[in-house]
Structures are given as structure tokens and as C-alpha cells.
């Protein structure tokens, strides 16, 4: 398995993984993904720009990948932020990262968290910021298993009361 950016050949895959959020009633995760509809090849020419820092106004360059199996299936997506604005200061943090229902507590989330975090180190980063919902206990695991350290939790305008955690890169 491996980390890669969205390319046109990922298109199927990357429906037949949206169609398996649906079917588990979930919302995909990061939130990058959730509004590509029939529109993947503008996404695809989207999450490039944004890579790049050709950015929508009050957004930040990031970066979209997939985690891909040898065959080509889409496991699960991280979308890695190059730096903080107020907003992701609060909640979103640098690395938002979700996995297909059907392959969690595989070490996936894991895997793309740690490869996320050795680029920002890359990028000059020297801590990042990574959040989760209170009662998202898989990603706390993640986030700990990858150095967290829990830093003051921000709470919502609904209640949602989100965890936000530092890691020294």
C-alpha cells in the first residue's frame, strides 16, 4: 500500500469508495472529498492547484492523497494542510485522514498520519496540530500511537466538543 496524489485512473475507485461511505450512512472524511459528485476530473485539477498554493480565498495549500492497495483500491484519503489558519487552529488541524468502513482497525489511518507528518517535517513544520471529535476513539488512538500530545479541547457552536492534539515532528 502506498500514498498517492488523485490521478484521472483513481476515478472508479474513487466512486466505488464514496458509494461505501454512503452505504454505511457515513460522511467521508476529509472533508475535501465530500462535494466531488460528478465532478472528480475538476477535483482532480483542484487538489493539484491547491497542492501547489493556488488556493480558493480563506483556504490554505494542502495536500490530497490516497491510500491505494496494489490493485488500485482506494483504502483511505488524508488531506495534509501546509500550514494554519484561525479556523484549523480550532478545529482541522494540518492532517485530516479517513478510512473505508469496511478496512478500519487495520493500521491504515496510522500508517497515513505518519506519512503525513514526515512531509510536514519536511516542509520545516515542527509541530503539528491533529483533531478528532470526543467521542472518536479510534482516531485519539491514531493520533497518541503517532506522539499526541492532548492540548486544550474546542467546542463547537452544536456541542460538538473536538480533541486537539500537538506532535512534535
Known sequence: MKLVKP??????????????????????????????????????????????GIIREGWVANTTYFLVNEEGRILGSCNMRHELNKTLLQIGGHVGYGVRPTERGKGYATFMLKECLRHLKKMGIQKALITCNDDNIGSKKVIMNNGGIQDQSYTEQDGTIVNRFWIKL
Not at 33 to 47: G, I, M, P, T
Open 7 to 52: 490521478t484521472l485512473e483513481l476515478k472508479e475507485s474513487f466512486y466505488e469508495y464514496l458509494r461505501e461511505w454512503e452505504k454505511h450512512n457515513e460522511k467521508v472524511v476529509p472533508t475535501t472529498l465530500r462535494k466531488v459528485n460528478d465532478q472528480y476530473e475538476a477535483y482532480v485539477k483542484r487538489w493539484q492547484n491547491e497542492s501547489q
